[in-house]
Nanobody
């Protein structure tokens, strides 16, 4: 049973950093490409970053390139999103999902708020 759980969100000042985690106790995440997505109030959900099942390939949206890094530790069945130099416009609920192009399973999301 798929049960993706995100953690690590919170309130941070502009320029700060956070690391989000995505874990699952029911499936082996190493079988899947995993994507991070976000949805800000009043906006559509957008893709942030994607990592291949092996971790050898990653991609990120232009808006976060150079600031966010996606990685995974398949031994820990966990995918990470390291977010640095956060901006107010990064405020959103962040979700992880299995597969990046057509996500099928989603976590419940974790709130990231960037504010001074």
């Amino acid at each position: 049973q798929v049960q993706l759980v995100e953690s690590g969100g919170g309130l941070v000042q502009p320029g700060g950093s956070l690391r989000l985690s995505c874990a699952d106790s029911g499936i082996t995440l190493g079988f899947y490409n995993i994507g991070w997505f976000r949805q800000a109030p009043g906006k559509e959900r957008e893709g942030v970053s994607c990592v291949s099942s092996s971790g050898s390939s990653t991609s990120s949206a232009d808006s976060v390139k150079g600031r966010f890094t996606i990685s995974r530790d398949n031994a820990k069945n966990t995918v990470y999103l390291q977010m640095s130099r956060l901006k107010v416009e990064d405020t959103a609920v962040y979700y992880c999902a299995t597969n990046c192009i057509r996500p099928d399973y989603w976590g419940q999301g974790t709130q990231v708020t960037v504010s001074s």
